[in-house]
């Protein structure tokens, strides 16, 4: 395959996972309060990520986050809301989970990482910008520190958006077709 069609077969690729993840971002699980949401979107961009490595990971990243601000009705306080919870969120899902490629079982490591960076990223942003919003009670719990509260908040929403995505790739190694695409493959 020349390096041109390759690239365009990443872009067209990148495209369609894109796309599947805001269609599957709109099949919530459960809805929190101000935006977040338990989804398995995060499912298609980890199986991009671990294709094609850290940098496709993190542009299809990129591109989703804008996508589910826009399409997914996202909620933002400021700009700095905006940037982080979403495009630098899941360019980092995109990154982490690309650092993987090409390992065994690449998908579960990709989804830990990547999963481990959107978490931080949706964290501080939750301490130093939604923290200024924090209401007084959360989940029953007194919230006395955005530190507590952000934690709370999006381990609430990522946390399950993980071990979902990790339970669904665990499945996808059992079936050969799957662990084929998974493994790259189809690439060769």
Not at 42 to 51: D, N, T
Not at 59 to 64: R, W
Not at 106 to 124: E, H, I, P, V
Not at 158 to 187: H, W
Request: proline residues 4%; hydrophobic residues 55%.
């Amino acid at each position: 395959m020349s390096k041109l069609s390759a690239k365009t077969k990443a872009l067209c690729e990148a495209a369609v996972m894109a796309a599947l993840a805001v269609i599957l971002g709109m099949l919530r699980l459960h809805r929190l309060p101000d935006g977040g949401s338990i989804t398995i979107a995060i499912l298609p961009l980890v199986f991009f990520a671990v294709r094609y490595g850290p940098g496709w990971g993190f542009l299809a990243g990129f591109a989703y986050g804008g996508l589910d601000y826009i399409v997914g009705q996202g909620i933002a306080i400021d700009w700095t809301s905006l940037v982080c919870d979403y495009f630098v969120a899941y360019g980092l899902l995109g990154l982490g989970a690309g650092l993987f490629k090409g390992r065994r079982w690449s998908a579960c490591w990709g989804t830990a990482a990547g999963g481990a960076l959107m978490f931080l990223s949706s964290y501080l942003v939750g301490v130093f910008v939604w923290g200024k919003n924090m209401p007084e009670v959360f989940l029953g719990l007194t919230m006395t520190t955005p530190w507590f509260y952000s934690f709370l908040y999006n381990i609430s929403w990522a946390g399950p958006d993980i071990v979902l995505t990790l339970l669904i790739f665990i499945i996808f190694y059992q079936l050969k077709p799957m662990r084929r695409l998974l493994e790259r493959q189809d690439l060769a």
